[in-house]
C-alpha cells in the first residue's frame, strides 16, 4: 500500500498541460487493486470512483481509468472504503502528509462516519503521530478517555465490511430530518422501514433513540432564564430570582394549576467553548494544525495570518509565558444579528455570538468547520447595548482558560497539557462595534479612532453628520492641501497633526469608573455627545489582558466597502433616490464650498441643479447597464449582476456585499471609463486601495505606501464631490491600513463568513433550539402531525365548499334581481 496519495488530486501539470506521470500510475495502481475484488471476479466489473460517477456505477476497468483521466477522483476518496479498504488496513497510509494537501478537499464529505472513524483511530493509535521533544506518550485524561470509549462503542460497522455503524446512521437520519425538514413521525416511519428491509442490523428503533445515542458525544449546552425586557441573566448569584432585579418583571410565566411546571418567560441556550477547543486536540484532522502560527515563521514583513501581525507580537511580549506553550489558543469573536423570519412576518431580530480559533493555517482559518457558535441572544428586538448581559457566561469561561487553563489531551503527541486562551479581537459591523466597545458609533462623534478630537459637522440644509474636510490633517505638514482656500472649506487652511491614537491603557484610565450594564440600569453618562460617546464600561474590560491588546475590536472590510461603494456609484449614475448629490447637498455646497458650477440655478421660477462632471447622462448609464447585463463571469465568482439592471431607469439594484466587493476592485475603473481622464484615475486609485487591501499576503513596506495614499485619495475626492457625500464610512478608510498592520489580512477579520454561516435550511432549527419562548408566527406544516394535518384539511375542504357555495347564490341572486 502506497503511503502518499496526494496524486490522487494532482492530475494535470499547470494549465491543464496534460496528466502527470504519477497520476497515471497511480491509476493503474487503483485499478489493479480493484481487479483483486471479489466483485471483479465474479463480474468482471469495478465501481467508478470518478467524481461524476462517485462509486455508484459498475464498469469495466478500461471506461474506469478514462472517466478518472477525464474527471479525477470523487472528493476526498483518500481511503478507498467502497472498495474494501477500512481503517484495520490502512495503517500504512501517510495521513499526516495527507492533512498537508488543499483544504478544499481535506473537509469535504467522503462518506458520513468518516470523521467518527477518524477520531477512534487516534484515540487507538492507527494514525501515525507527531512525537514530542520528550518522546514520551501518555494516555488520555479521564474525561478524553470516556470520550473515545463511547466513540468506539457507538462506531462499530454495522456488519462485516460495512462503511457504516449505528452511529453514523444515526447523524445520517438527524441531517435528513434537518436538511429536509421532516416530521419526527416521518423519520419514525423511515427508520421503521429500514429495519423491516435489515431486521438483523443493529440500528436506532426511532427518532428519539437516534437522537439520544449522539447526544451521548454530543457537546453539552446550557440553559438560562433570561428577564423579558433583556436587563439581567438569572445566572449565578442571581439564579433563585423570580423576579428582575432592575425592572421588577416576573421571571415565569402565568398558570393557573400550581403543579404545572413553571416556563421561563425567555431563556437563552449557552454552548461551552471549552469542550470544543478540547475537540480540536481530539482529532488528527486539526490538532497538528493549532501549532501551525508558531511553526511556520514567515519572513519579517510579511503578513499572510494574524500571527504576523503587531498585535499578537506585542501580545506575546507582555505575556511570554503564554506564547512559549503553542498550543494555547487565541480566539476572535463575532456577534451579528439576522432575521430569521420572512420579510412579511412580524420583525424579529436575533444575534448569533461566534468564537473562532487562530492557531489554524490560513486556508483552514476562519472556515466553517472551526466557526463555533456559542449563544444566540433571543429577540424579538436588538439587544443594543445590554449585549453585555447575554455575554457573561462567556467571559466567566474566557477567564477560566486566561487564569487557570483546562487539561487537554493532544492526539498528534499523545500528551496532555494546560490548555489556555486569550481574545484577540472581536469582528462586527458599524452598529455592533459600539454596542460591544461601548463607544456610540452615531452622530459626531462616531469614529472609534479618532474619538472627540474630531472635526465632524453637522450640514445646515441636509442635517446630517459630514466628515468633509476632515482629512487635511493627515497629509504631511507641507502638502499643498493644507494650504489651500478654496478647493476645500472656503477661506480655511488645516496645519492639525492627525488625531492621536490612544493605548488600551489610557482609555481604560476613562472608562474604568463608567457603570456597568450587568451591575446597574443603562443610563445616559454625562459629556455623552460633547466630550465623549461612551455609553457603557464594556463587559470585555474585565478580561486581565483586554486593556493590553493594540486591536480590541475591527472595523468592518466587508461593510465599510460596500457602503463606500454604494455612496459613489449611485452618486455616479446619479440615482434620484440614493445619489449624495441632491439639491440639499447643493445648498450645502453653496454654503461652505466655492463651487461656481455646482450651484443651484433659478430658471422658470424653480431651482435647477447644473450637471456635475461626475455624473452620467441616461444614455451613459444605459449604456454601463447594458454591459453589465451582457457580463460573463466564472460559477462562483459572483451572482448574476444581469438580475441587478434596470434599463429603464439605468441603475443597478439588489446588489449583495460580495457583488459589490467584486464590482469595487474589478469592474469600477471598465463601468467608468467614460468619465473625464482626471475623474477616472481617481477612481482607479481607490479600486486599487481595496483590491491592494484585500491581498491575502501584505508587505509592510506596501502598508506605509498604501496608508498615505489613502489618505490623499480621500482629499482629492473632497475636492470634486458634494459635502453630503462624505458620512462615516468615507473617513473610515484612512484607519484600514493601520488595522491591517495590527491583524493582519482582511480574510481573517471580517464579516462575509459570519453573514453567510446560516443557510435557510437552518432557520428552523436555530429558531426554535434557541428562541423557544417566542411563538414563531407560523410552524413549519411538515411538524404537524398527520392525523391533525388531514382534520385540517378536511376543515378547509368544508370551508372552501362553503364559501363557493355562499358565492354562487349571490351571483344567481344578482342575475334574478338584475332580470
Same mark, same amino acid.
Given at each position: ?290 501549532? +501551525? ?5 514567515? =519572513?519579517? /514583513?510579511? $503578513?499572510?495570518?494574524? %500571527?504576523?501581525? *503587531? ?113 484577540? +479581537? ?5 452598529? =455592533?462595534? /459600539?454596542? $460591544?466597545?461601548?463607544? %456610540?458609533?452615531? *452622530? ?376
Amino acid at each position: 500500500m502506497e503511503r502518499d496519495r496526494r496524486w490522487m488530486y494532482d492530475r494535470n501539470y499547470p494549465n491543464r498541460g496534460g496528466l502527470k506521470e504519477e497520476f497515471v500510475e497511480g491509476v493503474k495502481g487503483f485499478i489493479a487493486y480493484a481487479k483483486t475484488l471479489l466483485e471483479f471476479r465474479n463480474e468482471g466489473t469495478i465501481r467508478c470512483p470518478c467524481a461524476k460517477c462517485k462509486c455508484i456505477k459498475l464498469l469495466i476497468p478500461e471506461d474506469v481509468k478514462v472517466h478518472l483521466y477525464r474527471k479525477g477522483f470523487r472528493e476526498n476518496y483518500y481511503m478507498w472504503t467502497v472498495h474494501g479498504e477500512n481503517y484495520s488496513n490502512l495503517a500504512d497510509v501517510d495521513f499526516q502528509n495527507l492533512a498537508g494537501c488543499e483544504s478544499s478537499t481535506l473537509f469535504e464529505k467522503n462518506y458520513d462516519n468518516s470523521q467518527m472513524h477518524e477520531m477512534v483511530s487516534n484515540a487507538f493509535g492507527i494514525h501515525p503521530r507527531v512525537q514530542s521533544q520528550q518522546n514520551i506518550d501518555e494516555s488520555p485524561n479521564d474525561e478524553a478517555k470516556h470520550f473515545y470509549e463511547l466513540l468506539d462503542a457507538a462506531s462499530r460497522p454495522l456488519y462485516e465490511g460495512s462503511i457504516h455503524s449505528e452511529l453514523s446512521v444515526a447523524v445520517r437520519l438527524l441531517t435528513i430530518k434537518s436538511d429536509w425538514n421532516l416530521s419526527q413521525a416521518a423519520m419514525n416511519a423511515i427508520i421503521g422501514l429500514m429495519g423491516e428491509v435489515s431486521p438483523n442490523i443493529n440500528l436506532p428503533g426511532d427518532y428519539y433513540k437516534a437522537k439520544k445515542l449522539v447526544s451521548k458525544i454530543a457537546l453539552s449546552s446550557t440553559k438560562i432564564d433570561c428577564c423579558e425586557k433583556g436587563c439581567m441573566l438569572y445566572y449565578k448569584d442571581d439564579a433563585a430570582l423570580e423576579a428582575c432585579k432592575f425592572c421588577g418583571l416576573s421571571r415565569f410565566k402565568e398558570v393557573t394549576n400550581a403543579k404545572v411546571k413553571k416556563v421561563p418567560i425567555k431563556r437563552m441556550h449557552y454552548l461551552p467553548i471549552i469542550p470544543r477547543l478540547k475537540r480540536l486536540y481530539a482529532s488528527m484532522s486539526s490538532a497538528p494544525h493549532m501549532r +501551525w502560527h508558531h511553526e511556520n515563521r514567515r =519572513a519579517p /514583513g510579511v $503578513l499572510c495570518h494574524p %500571527s504576523d501581525g *503587531e498585535a499578537w507580537k506585542n501580545f506575546d511580549r507582555m505575556y511570554p509565558d503564554f506564547a512559549n506553550e503553542p498550543r494555547n489558543v487565541r480566539l476572535g469573536l463575532c456577534a451579528d444579528g439576522f432575521t430569521p423570519f420572512s420579510v412579511s412576518a412580524t420583525p424579529y431580530s436575533c444575534w448569533p455570538i461566534f468564537i473562532t480559533p487562530y492557531n489554524l493555517p490560513p486556508e483552514m482559518c476562519m472556515t466553517s468547520p472551526y466557526l463555533f457558535q456559542t449563544s444566540i441572544v433571543p429577540g424579538p428586538s436588538n439587544p443594543k447595548s445590554l449585549i453585555d448581559i447575554y455575554l457573561q457566561p462567556l467571559i466567566d469561561e474566557l477567564k477560566l482558560l486566561w487564569q487557570e487553563g483546562v487539561e487537554t489531551y493532544d492526539i498528534s503527541t499523545k500528551q496532555n497539557f494546560k490548555l489556555r486562551a486569550a481574545l484577540m +479581537w472581536t469582528i462586527n459591523d458599524f452598529p =455592533a462595534y /459600539g454596542m $460591544l466597545s461601548g463607544w %456610540s458609533t452615531a *452622530e459626531k462623534l462616531a469614529c472609534p479612532c479618532c474619538m472627540e478630537d474630531t472635526k465632524a459637522f453637522t450640514l445646515k440644509h441636509g442635517g446630517k453628520t459630514t466628515w468633509f474636510d476632515c482629512h487635511r490633517r493627515f497629509l504631511p505638514i507641507d502638502h499643498e492641501f493644507r494650504r489651500n482656500t478654496s478647493a476645500f472649506m472656503k477661506n480655511r487652511t488645516d496645519y492639525d497633526e492627525p488625531p492621536a491614537t490612544l493605548s488600551g491603557e489610557k482609555i481604560w484610565e476613562r472608562v474604568k469608573n463608567f457603570p456597568k450594564v450587568t451591575e446597574s440600569p443603562l443610563l445616559k453618562l454625562p459629556g455623552y455627545g460633547v466630550e465623549h460617546n461612551w455609553t457603557k464600561q464594556s463587559i470585555f474590560w474585565e478580561l486581565p489582558y483586554w486593556k493590553h491588546n493594540l486591536l480590541r475590536h475591527n472595523l468592518d472590510v466587508m461593510h465599510i466597502e460596500k457602503n463606500f461603494f454604494d455612496n459613489l456609484f449611485h452618486t455616479i449614475m446619479d440615482d434620484k433616490n440614493k445619489t449624495k448629490d441632491n439639491l440639499k447637498a447643493r445648498m450645502d455646497l453653496q454654503e461652505y464650498c466655492r463651487r461656481r458650477e455646482l450651484e443651484l440655478r433659478q430658471e422658470n421660477n424653480r431651482m435647477v441643479k447644473p450637471k456635475a462632471i461626475y455624473s452620467f447622462k441616461m444614455d451613459d448609464k444605459r449604456k454601463i447597464c447594458d454591459w453589465v447585463r451582457n457580463l460573463r463571469m466564472l460559477d462562483g465568482y459572483a451572482s448574476n449582476l444581469s438580475n441587478c439592471v434596470d434599463m429603464k431607469e439605468g441603475k443597478l439594484m439588489y446588489m449583495k456585499s460580495h457583488d459589490c466587493h467584486i464590482f469595487m476592485e474589478s469592474l469600477l475603473p471598465i463601468a467608468f471609463s467614460a468619465l473625464p481622464q482626471r475623474l477616472w484615475k481617481l477612481i482607479t486609485e481607490i479600486s486599487l486601495f481595496y483590491k491592494d487591501l484585500c491581498s491575502n499576503t501584505l508587505r509592510e513596506e506596501n502598508l506605509v505606501l498604501m496608508e498615505s495614499n489613502i489618505h490623499l485619495i480621500i482629499n482629492k475626492l473632497a475636492k470634486k464631490f458634494p459635502c453630503g457625500f462624505f458620512n462615516v464610512m468615507e473617513h473610515l478608510p484612512v484607519h484600514l491600513v493601520r488595522e491591517a498592520r495590527l491583524g493582519g489580512p482582511v480574510q481573517c477579520r471580517w464579516m462575509y463568513l459570519f453573514e453567510s454561516f446560516y443557510p435557510p435550511q437552518a432557520t428552523k432549527a436555530v429558531v426554535e433550539s434557541m428562541c423557544s419562548f417566542y411563538y414563531a408566527p407560523w410552524r413549519f406544516w411538515s411538524d404537524v402531525p398527520s392525523h391533525i394535518r388531514d382534520r385540517m384539511f378536511d376543515e378547509f375542504r368544508i370551508k372552501l365548499i362553503f364559501f363557493f357555495s355562499f358565492q354562487l347564490t349571490i351571483f344567481i341572486l344578482t342575475c334574478f334581481i338584475c332580470r
